[in-house]
C-alpha cells in the first residue's frame, strides 16, 4: 500500500531533550517536506526537500533540523525542544514537488513541557 | 493580510445542500490545492489545480487565475463530508506551500 508513515504518532517530552521525528515514504516520491499545525495558524511549512541531499527551509525552520540521506526517509530533528514546539507536525510527499498533488503522513502530535 | 485566505471559516448545512468554499490568494501560483481534514486529524488531497475546473465524484475545484480565487463545491452533501477543507497556494517558481487557515464544515442529517 502507498503511504507516508511516521513515528512516533505521539510524544510528550521535556525542554531540551533532543528527538527525532521519522518520515518515511514508499513512493519512490522525490519531494518530502514537513509541516506543523497550530490552532488559528493553520499548516505552516517548516523545511522541504526536492531530492536525496537537496533541502531547504520553509517558512518556519527555526529550532529544527533536517536531512535527506536517503531517498525514501526525511527525519525532523529538534535538538533543544522547547514548548514553543508542541505542535502537530505532518510529512509529506509528493512524485515531483510542484507539480504533482502531495501525500501526507498520520501526523505526529508533541507536546514539550 | 494572510496570503491565502479561506472564507468562510465555518459552515454549517443540512444533508442534500449544495456548499461553497472560497479561497483567495495574493501572490502569484503554478497551481492551488484543495486538502480535506479529517475529524480524526488525517490530511488528504483532494484537487491540485492551476487552471480551469476540475470533478471527482460530488467534489468540484475550480479556479480563476486572473482574480486569483478558487472555489471547492460539494453537491448533495452528507455527514461524511464534515471535515475541515484547507487550500494551499504554490507560489510561482517555488515549491513551498502558502495555506489557508482552513474551513471546518458540518453537515447535519
Known amino acids: 500500500e502507498a503511504q507516508v508513515t511516521q513515528n512516533p504518532r505521539y510524544l510528550i517530552t521535556v525542554t531540551g531533550k533532543k528527538l527525532t521525528v521519522t518520515c518515511s515514504q514508499n513512493?519512490?516520491?522525490?519531494?518530502m517536506s514537513w509541516y506543523r499545525q497550530d490552532p488559528g495558524l493553520g499548516l505552516r511549512q517548516i523545511y522541504y526537500?526536492?531530492?536525496?541531499?537537496?533541502?531547504d527551509k520553509g517558512d518556519v525552520p527555526e529550532g529544527y533540523k533536517v536531512s535527506r540521506k536517503e531517498k525514501r526517509n526525511f527525519p525532523l530533528i529538534l535538538e533543544s525542544p522547547s514548548p514553543n514546539q508542541t505542535s502537530l507536525y505532518f510529512c509529506?510527499?509528493?512524485?515531483?514537488?510542484?507539480?504533482?498533488?502531495?501525500?501526507f503522513g498520520p501526523g505526529t502530535r508533541l507536546t514539550v513541557t | 493580510k494572510n496570503e491565502v485566505e479561506q472564507s468562510p471559516q465555518n459552515l454549517t448545512a443540512q444533508e442534500g445542500e449544495f456548499i461553497t468554499i472560497n479561497c483567495s490568494y495574493s501572490?502569484?501560483?503554478?497551481?492551488l490545492h484543495w486538502l480535506q481534514q479529517h475529524p480524526g486529524g488525517g490530511i488528504v488531497s483532494l484537487f491540485m489545480?492551476?487552471?480551469g475546473k476540475k470533478k471527482h465524484g460530488r467534489l468540484i475545484a475550480t479556479i480563476n487565475i486572473q482574480e486569483k480565487h478558487s472555489s471547492l463545491h460539494i453537491t448533495a452533501s452528507h455527514p461524511r463530508d464534515s471535515a475541515v477543507y484547507i487550500c494551499?497556494?504554490?507560489?510561482?517558481?517555488?515549491?513551498?506551500?502558502?495555506f489557508g487557515t482552513g474551513t471546518r464544515l458540518q453537515v447535519f442529517p
Open positions: 526537500s526536492m531530492n536525496v541531499e537537496v533541502t
Open positions: 489545480l492551476s487552471s
Open positions: 501572490v502569484g501560483i503554478s497551481a
Open positions: 513512493m519512490n516520491h522525490e519531494y
Open positions: 494551499a497556494a504554490r507560489g510561482d517558481n517555488t515549491d513551498k506551500l502558502i
Open positions: 509529506a510527499s509528493s512524485l515531483q514537488g510542484r507539480l504533482h498533488e502531495q501525500y
